[in-house]
């Protein structure tokens, strides 16, 4: 089994910036691929980035641009850096991992989500 522990959401102004952090635990023999979810009340979860194997990356045009996705794999970590922030980039903000915990067994995590909110 394995756990994933959002950190770095919180309040900026518009056109600010911030970094969120996922760091995965537990046993991990690896992690396939990484992504960033969000969902605002009553609306949807909507994928915001992705990276797979191979370092692979991939963006909806909505964040295109302004988000950039990357991870560490000494710390099985990844991070979603969010810059030039609108206040429809408000919402909760979910990771997602698929660790592989032998070379045959592999599963799907979420993180406890973190809030992100833009506002003045």
């Known amino acids: 089994q394995a756990q994933l522990v959002e950190s770095g959401g919180g309040l900026v102004q518009p056109g600010g910036s911030l970094r969120l952090s996922c760091a995965a635990s537990?046993?991990?023999?690896?992690?396939?691929?990484m992504a960033w979810y969000r969902q605002a009340p009553g609306k949807e979860r909507e994928l915001v980035a992705a990276?797979?194997?191979?370092?692979?990356?991939g963006y909806p045009d909505s964040v295109k641009g302004r988000f950039t996705i990357s991870r560490d794999n000494a710390k099985n970590t990844v991070y979603l850096q969010m810059n030039s922030l609108k206040p429809e980039d408000t919402a909760v903000y979910y990771c997602?991992?698929?660790?592989?915990?032998?070379?045959?067994?592999?599963?799907?995590?979420w993180g406890q989500g973190t809030q992100v909110t833009v506002s003045s």
């Open positions: 997602k991992a698929d660790i592989a915990h032998s070379a045959y067994t592999t599963a799907v995590y």
């Open positions: 537990g046993s991990i023999f690896s992690i396939n691929s």
């Open positions: 990276i797979v194997s191979g370092g692979g990356t």
